[in-house]
Antibody
Framework: QLQLQESGPGLVKPSETLSLTCTVS??????????WGWIRQPPGKGLEWIGN???????SHNLSLKSRVTILLDTSNNQFSLRMSSMTATDTAIYYC???????????WGQGILVTVSS | QTVVTQEPSLTVSPGGTVTLTCASN?????????PNWFQQKPGQTPRALVY???NKHSWTPARFSGSLLGGKAALTLSNVQPEDEADYFC????????????FGGGTKVTVL
């Protein structure tokens, strides 16, 4: 069964770059049909899709965040990562890593990690 | 800029029926937007309910159904139960050179 687990800092300073990692178990990133991605949710607010990446190299990003976001796959460690630059207080949110296949036929979420942007 | 719009809140009586909608500022929502619906209860991770407009997951209660309605994606809750009180989010796919997904703002469903 596919399982995802986020890891990374819970606190980031303004203007810094956020780096989060998602460890995947139950499937191999290599040759997987899944798209691996990130979704975030500011406290008390709605969900925001950030972007995703397929092992083939196909990728998609939220157009409003595209210039700040990098998603990479590390097949040797079966992990994928999110880097988001120029963090501000408005980026404070729970960040979820997700695995999605076949336009939502399968949608697996990590438990989420709260990232606070504060000096 | 793609914008997906949902009703901010809806109230329904137990045993009643309520329909949530999901609209796109780019035009009519179609099956090519592969509408997904998620349910989220306080303090929990979102749970997928419906994918590709009307397909249910194995855990989705039969009283939930997805459709296209008047140019929008729709999620209908029938015979509503108290445990259906939650936030519901739709997710739409936009294809093309800059393909991406976009969430709606969510609908808070209150059962009383």
């Amino acid at each position: 069964q596919l399982q995802l687990q986020e890891s990374g800092p819970g606190l980031v300073k303004p203007s810094e770059t956020l780096s989060l990692t998602c460890t995947v178990s139950g499937d191999s990133l290599s040759n997987s049909p899944y798209y691996w991605g990130w979704i975030r949710q500011p406290p008390g607010k709605g969900l925001e899709w950030i972007g995703n990446m397929h092992y083939s190299g196909r990728h998609s990003h939220n157009l409003s965040l595209k210039s700040r976001v990098t998603i990479l796959l590390d097949t040797s460690n079966n992990q994928f990562s999110l880097r988001m630059s120029s963090m501000t207080a408005t980026d404070t949110a729970i960040y979820y890593c997700v695995g999605e296949w076949d336009f939502g036929n399968s949608y697996t979420w990590g438990q989420g990690i709260l990232v606070t942007v504060s000096s | 800029q793609t914008v997906v719009t949902q009703e901010p809140s809806l109230t329904v009586s137990p045993g009643g029926t309520v329909t949530l909608t999901c609209a796109s500022n780019t035009g009519a929502v179609t099956s090519g937007n592969y509408p997904n619906w998620f349910q989220q209860k306080p303090g929990q991770t979102p749970r997928a309910l419906v994918y590709s407009t009307s397909n249910k997951h194995s855990w989705t209660p039969a009283r939930f159904s997805g459709s296209l309605l008047g140019g929008k994606a729709a999620l209908t809750l029938s015979n509503v139960q108290p445990e259906d009180e939650a936030d519901y989010f739709c997710l739409l796919f936009y294809g093309g050179a800059q393909s991406h997904w976009m969430f709606g703002g969510g609908t808070k469903v209150t059962v009383l």
